[in-house]
């Protein structure tokens, strides 16, 4: 599973970063995080507000700083 | 309501002697710190739980196609609505320009979304009161439709950065958001604006106070009166690199007005904090070549500075 963290190096997003890591040992699923802070991919990726989370592919959340517990509910829908 | 329980704390609890410098400037420093922190609370409350009901996502579908004028006066009042933050300012407009929302339009919504934003609306309110907040918006308004329909017309669409992406992914954001979201999101994001303003608002409200106290009345009246005629420009540049400390600044413009500033130049200082800002610009200048936002920053300037002198006109 390749999770990304979508965003340009504000506050927010780097805590999301730090949340997703939190969320990938709490579920023990094999995932890299991945940060991704260049713009022709962020808007390749469609979305108009930053920090968002990607998770293969898919943009599951934009212009939120989600929690770890939320990231986990998002890695759960997933299926492992 | 505020007013009796401070007397009552400086007067009775600490003992300061009523009419002091020092007793009048602790009595002024806690009744606007309290005041301003109970409407601090309270109205990014309500805002965050309005904003819960627009996304960028949904006004760019409004926007899009929108002609001048109607599209202009649109974007700047859902500019006011819309969740905006400055580092999302450059994802934000290449969505706007690439659904067809119309430049002129776009920049109408840039104008509009950081300059009339709660926290400066509940500064002005809390300390200068309803009226001044009111004239506040409604020059911003003014501000951001005009700016946006002089760019419009200038025809400068060459100017922006030409973006070679691919589309990468899909989208599938979460279904429509319960009360219970709506209620979580407006408590975080309450939270999150009070930790990242309050000490500016402590800061600013604790010199206004010493200014309220110690500094003679009508002390700038020779520098910053209606009468300088380069008070407004100066005031207006002097705004621009002060972007994240809107909360700051306003209780010392506030406490400055009774020392002889006069309103208009004080409005025109407070739009340039919050709607001309130095790290926006900085992360616009990716997607708008140099001379574009030369012309954005010198169209909302004029635009500011037009709005100071028509005040310092009016307001006498």
């Known amino acids: 599973m390749k999770i990304e963290i979508l965003g340009m190096g504000c506050a927010k997003c780097k805590q999301l970063v730090a949340n997703a890591e939190k969320a990938v040992k709490k579920t023990g699923v094999q995932a890299e995080v991945v940060k991704v802070e260049d713009m022709d991919q962020i808007v390749g990726y469609g979305i108009m507000t930053t920090p968002a989370l990607v998770i293969d592919g898919t943009v599951l959340s934009a212009g939120k700083l989600l929690s770890a517990d939320e990231i986990v509910k998002f890695i759960g829908k997933k299926g492992l | 309501m ?11 609890i600490f003992k300061m002697p009523r009419g002091a410098i020092l007793s009048e400037a602790v009595n002024f420093f806690l009744y606007d710190t309290v005041k301003i922190f109970l409407l601090l609370v309270v109205i990014i409350f309500i805002v965050s739980i309005i904003r819960t009901f627009f996304s960028p996502e949904k006004t760019r579908a409004i926007l899009s196609q929108k002609k001048t004028y109607t599209g ?70 003014v501000v951001a439709i005009t700016s946006g329909i002089v760019i419009g017309h200038l025809k400068v669409e060459d100017l922006v950065e030409k973006f070679e992406h691919k589309k990468v992914g899909s989208v599938a954001l979460g279904a429509e958001m319960t009360v219970k979201d709506r209620i979580d999101f407006a408590r975080e994001y309450t939270l999150d604006i009070l930790k990242k303003i309050w ?42 690199p002060l972007y994240s400390n809107a909360a700051g600044v306003i209780p010392l413009v506030s406490a400055l007005t009774e020392k002889g500033v006069a309103l208009g130049t004080a409005l025109a200082f407070m739009m340039a904090v919050t709607g001309l800002s130095l790290p926006e610009f900085l992360i616009l200048r990716r997607v708008m070549k140099l001379k574009l936002l030369v012309i954005f920053a010198s169209v909302v300037g004029i635009g500011i500075i037009l709005t100071g002198y028509l005040f310092n006109f009016i307001l006498r």
């Open chain 2, 2 to 12: 505020i007013k009796p329980i401070m007397d009552w704390l400086v007067y009775e």
């Open chain 2, 199 to 240: 000490i500016y608002v402590v800061i600013g409200i604790g010199l206004g106070a010493w200014i309220h106290g110690y500094v003679p009345a009508d002390f700038l009246a020779k520098f910053a009166g209606r009468d300088n005629w380069f008070a407004v420009p100066l005031a207006t540049l002097v705004g621009i």
């Open chain 2, 72 to 141: 202009n006066v649109l974007a700047s009042l859902l500019g006011i609505v819309t969740p905006f933050c400055s580092c999302s300012a450059v994802p934000l407009f290449l969505g706007f320009i690439e659904a067809g929302v119309p430049l002129g339009v776009t920049f109408s919504f840039l104008v509009a979304s950081p300059m009339i934003n709660e926290v400066a609306l509940i500064m002005l309110w809390g300390l200068f009161g309803w009226k001044i907040a009111f004239l506040y918006i409604g020059s911003g308004l």
